[in-house]
């Protein structure tokens, strides 16, 4: 994203925050009819998770999820290098200790990460369930994100999507490739934990409501 990549613009948490929530607030309506709006590897196993995606599509929504990121990542950083005197510094990357915006430890961005990609699957989920608003979901989704941005901006720059966290990195490259792996359990974690709570409240009231509305059919 420009606006994570250029922060010397003066726009600040808010304006940062605003621009993912919304990218995927437009996607979402965009591209979601084709896809499901799967643009986070952790979102598709979160989804997997809950029985909501099919296993043959979690790979290939993966592979393709890190491919665009990557491409995208490039792109940003053909733009931003051809400012005079740019240097790459984090390139938007995510991080812990010396490389955590606030200078936060291992485990508080461990945490953050687990607890926010897991209320933002939450949300998902519950938003795209039977009963939920029909063609609602993307607003809730895309703000969601934008409070995740706030609160965890200072703490690891935002990743909750492993993929997201991969295209800058490869190219801020050190110990930014270094920490990666953080970025990409954290989230993994946090979604399929959602994933599977939300299974075990939803999956029992679809199940009584297919119940009555077999009973009514023999009735």
């Known amino acids: 994203m420009l606006s994570a990549a250029f922060p010397e613009l003066g726009i600040g948490f808010l304006g940062v925050a605003f621009a993912f929530g919304f990218t995927v ?32 599509h979690v790979l290939p929504y993966i592979v393709a999820q890190v491919i665009g990121a990557v491409l995208a990542a490039a792109i940003l950083y053909a733009i931003a290098s051809g400012k005079a005197g740019w240097t790459p510094n984090g390139f938007a990357s ?13 485990a508080a961005c461990l945490l953050t990460e687990v607890l926010a990609t897991f209320f933002f699957l939450f949300i998902i989920i519950g938003t795209t369930s039977r009963g939920a608003a029909v063609g609602f979901a993307g607003i809730p989704i895309g703000f969601a994100l934008v409070l995740i941005h706030l609160i ?8 909750v999507n492993p993929a997201r966290s991969t295209g800058p990195a490869l190219f801020a490259g050190g110990e930014h490739v270094g920490q990666l792996w953080l970025f990409w359990l954290a989230p993994i974690v946090g979604a399929m934990a959602a994933g599977a709570l939300a ?5 029992p009231a679809d199940a009584v409501e297919t119940t009555v509305v077999e009973k009514r059919a023999t009735a």
Do not use: Q
């Open 199 to 203: 299974r075990w409240l939803y999956e």
């Open 152 to 159: 965890s901006i200072p703490v690891t720059n935002t990743s």
């Open 94 to 106: 995510n991080g812990y200790g010396d490389l955590s915006p606030g200078k936060y430890g291992l």
């Open 25 to 56: 607030l437009t996607m979402a309506y965009a591209v979601g009819h084709i896809s499901g709006g799967h643009f986070n590897p952790a979102v598709t196993l979160g989804l997997w998770s809950a029985n909501r995606c099919a296993t043959r």
